[in-house]
Every structure is written in structure tokens, then in C-alpha cells.
């Protein structure tokens, strides 16, 4: 079985090294842009099971593939499946891969407490479990957690909304604006940790100035669960927007920002607020509204000045924070965490690799997005990958 799989792998590697060295290496490609520094691991082989929640969303495609290409030039075979955001699914594919024999774990989960079965299963089998970028919550069986500092990202999204809305300068400092503006929040799907994080991060941010009546939530709709998003889905939030509106706006007022916890949630308010007369864009009206991993279709938009704001968590680095990950549990050796404090999944702190994120506005596309090579111009001009 172990000889047959490193057969398989050989060839694999072959065939991937030869794909890589024609291959740009950015989001758009599907590429981790690391330089084959992993590659020197390869003797080890192996077989690892990484677990995606969706492919609906451009960014858990742009994950898997970059995992799937950091670990294949580090030498291993990878079993890469896409549960389509459906708990179940998720459930068997994982169940499949521990039956498989795989050696490790990556797991990007859809409900982060569901998955306790399996992850008993892999400690069982003595398989490391690496939870990727959402933590998985009520299991001791989680080992090891790389992500980015959620809590900041949810800072920088609502620290964008008050840029935007001129409360505050991009530097931080006190803009000129006094408001009162008409704001509206979302958050995004309950069962995933991450969802809390944003959303604590956005409202320490943004309760002062709703406390002194710089910002107006005119619907009245300042809890998470009131703001939630299941799945995170575009629609569900299009839908939340209209109700909002016909709520809260029918008198004549208008919306002036949207703290947006996901490109994906900020394409369907755009959508509701054109349909209902805003814009095109902000300069017609449109309001501020902020987002999150710099999905392509969302990076044209700030380009074209309708949707303000993104937050870039650039998937090659934590696609390479896993493979380092990875590599040194199937060494025998202890990853290095940065975190040790934050992440308490319920039942113990898992030790977490955080990395930092940016806030995208249209002016620094250039040299966040094209410049590091995540997107080429042409994607950007286009708004596809
Ligand atoms: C979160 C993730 C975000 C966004 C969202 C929707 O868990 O951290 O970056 O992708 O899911 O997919």
C-alpha cells in the first residue's frame, strides 16, 4: 500500500513540478507562490486529507488549491475534497480519508462543533489534526491551529467603514466627519468561530461611535444573532438588505455604510441597494460597505468605485503556514505556534499560528494585490481569476 502510493506520488511530482514551472503562482492561478523551498522534505511522502467547506466562494478554491500545491511539492500525495457547504458531506469525506490511511489532517470547517466524531477517529488512529483558518470548536482532538488574527481583520473591517464615511484618515487619525451616518451591520455564519471574532473586533470598533450618535443602526439590529448570515451566503444577506431597507428606509432616509464581514455578503447588499435606486457607485450614492479576502469580483468593484473596502488575508501564506505545519508533525516535531493564548475551542487553547491581514482600498490594489502577484492586472480589470 506505502509503495504503491509513493509510486503514485512520483509520478505526481513530476507532473506538478513540471505544472508548477509554467505557473504564476497567485490567487488567480491557484498557486501558493512559495519557490519550491519545501520541496527538499520530499523523501518523507506521505498522504494528507485536506478538507475544504465550499467551492461556491473563490477563496476556498484559491485555499485548496494552494494547499494542495505547497504539500505536493513538499514531497507529499494529498486527498483534496470540497464538502459544498454541506455538514454531512464534510462529515463522510473526512471519515473516507481516515478509512484512506492519510498521515494528517488540514480541515477548513463548515460548523465548527460538528465535527467531534471524526476528529476522535483521527486521534484514535494517531492521524494530527491542523485546523485551517476556522477553528474546530468541542474537540481536545484538535492539534495545532493556522489562521490569521481574526479579531484584527473585524478591526480593520470597521476601521475601513469609518474611513470610508470620513470619521476617520487612513493614517488613523480623526477625519472631519461628524455625521450622524446611517449604518447597517452583518455578521456572518454563527456556527463558525471566526464569525464571533470579526464581529467583536468591528464592534469594539464601532460602539463608541454608535454610543455617542456619530453612527445610527436605524433598524435597531446591533446583536450577531439579528446580523447573522448563515453559510455566509450572498443571497441570504441580498434578502436581509431588502428587509432592511423596506423596514427601516422607506420613510426617504439612506443608508450610508455597511459593515460587511465577507466579499461575498457585500455582493449581495450591493445588489439590494442597486435594485433599490443607490449608486451605481459610491460617488452616485452607493454606500461605504466593507468586505473580507479580496475576492476578485469584489477587487473590480473597489477598482470601479462601488464597493469600498476588502480585507486581504493572502491564502499562499497561510496555505504555506499549514504545509510548515504539516512538515513538522510527520517529522516528529512540534510546530511553531505565535498564539498559545487566544484560541479556546471549548474544551482546551489549541496552539495557533496567526498571521496579519490588510485592509484593501482602491488606491493600494496596486501594490497589495498585482504587485505581490496575487492578481495579474488583467483579473483585476476583468473581475475574474
Ligand atoms: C471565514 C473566513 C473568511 C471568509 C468566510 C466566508 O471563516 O475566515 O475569510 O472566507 O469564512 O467564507
Redesign the pocket.
Same mark, same amino acid.
Given at each position: 500500500m506505502r509503495n504503491s502510493k509513493i509510486a503514485v506520488l512520483a509520478t505526481g511530482m513530476t507532473l506538478t513540478m513540471a505544472l508548477a514551472a509554467c505557473s504564476g503562482g497567485g490567487a488567480g492561478s491557484g498557486g501558493n507562490g512559495s519557490d519550491g523551498e519545501t520541496g527538499a522534505a520530499a523523501a518523507e511522502g506521505g498522504l494528507i486529507g485536506v478538507s475544504m =467547506? $465550499?467551492e461556491t466562494?473563490e /477563496? +476556498?478554491i484559491a485555499d485548496g488549491a494552494a494547499v494542495e500545491k505547497g504539500l505536493t511539492d513538499a514531497g507529499y500525495e494529498v486527498s483534496l475534497q470540497f464538502a459544498g457547504d454541506d455538514i454531512p458531506t464534510q462529515s463522510q469525506q473526512i471519515d473516507q480519508m481516515i478509512t484512506q490511511g492519510v498521515d494528517l489532517l488540514v480541515i %477548513?470547517a463548515i460548523d465548527g462543533t460538528a465535527l467531534s466524531g471524526q476528529l476522535d477517529a483521527a486521534a484514535a488512529a494517531g492521524i494530527p489534526v491542523i485546523s485551517y !483558518? /476556522?477553528l474546530i470548536r468541542d474537540s481536545e482532538n484538535v492539534d495545532f491551529y493556522v $489562521? &490569521?488574527d #481574526?479579531e484584527e481583520?473585524g478591526v480593520q473591517q470597521a476601521t475601513s467603514l469609518l474611513v470610508g464615511l470620513g470619521i476617520l484618515n487612513e493614517d488613523g487619525s480623526e477625519g472631519d466627519a461628524t455625521g450622524p451616518f446611517n449604518v447597517e451591520l452583518f455578521a456572518?455564519?454563527l456556527d !463558525?468561530n #471566526? %464569525?464571533h471574532f &470579526?464581529w467583536k473586533g468591528a464592534m469594539d470598533t464601532l460602539q463608541p461611535y454608535i454610543d455617542e450618535g456619530t453612527l445610527v443602526v436605524k433598524s435597531g439590529q446591533t446583536d450577531i444573532e439579528q446580523a447573522a448570515t448563515l453559510r +455566509?451566503s450572498q443571497e441570504t444577506a441580498q434578502k436581509r438588505m431588502e428587509d432592511l431597507l423596506t423596514a427601516a428606509y422607506s420613510d426617504g432616509s439612506k443608508v450610508d455604510g455597511v459593515l460587511s =464581514? &465577507?466579499d461575498?455578503i457585500s455582493r449581495g447588499v450591493i445588489t439590494a441597494l442597486q435594485n433599490a435606486g443607490y449608486g451605481p457607485g459610491i460617488d452616485a450614492g452607493m454606500p461605504i460597505i466593507s468586505g473580507? !479576502?479580496a475576492e476578485i469580483a469584489s477587487v473590480k468593484l473597489i477598482a470601479d468605485g462601488v464597493q469600498y473596502s476588502t480585507?486581504f488575508?493572502d491564502t499562499r501564506k497561510l496555505a504555506d503556514q499549514a504545509v510548515v505545519t504539516a512538515e513538522a508533525y510527520l517529522a516528529g516535531e512540534e510546530p511553531e505556534a505565535n498564539d498559545t493564548e487566544t484560541y479556546d475551542n471549548g474544551v482546551k487553547v489549541v496552539p495557533s499560528y496567526l498571521l496579519e491581514s490588510d485592509i484593501v482600498y482602491a488606491d493600494n490594489i496596486q501594490p497589495l494585490l498585482v504587485d505581490s502577484g496575487y492578481y495579474t492586472t488583467e483579473q483585476v480589470e476583468s473581475g475574474q481569476s
Open positions: =467547506p $465550499t466562494s /477563496r +476556498w %477548513a !483558518d /476556522r $489562521t &490569521f #481574526n481583520v456572518g455564519s !463558525d #471566526n %464569525a &470579526f +455566509w =464581514p &465577507f461575498g473580507q !479576502d480585507i488575508k
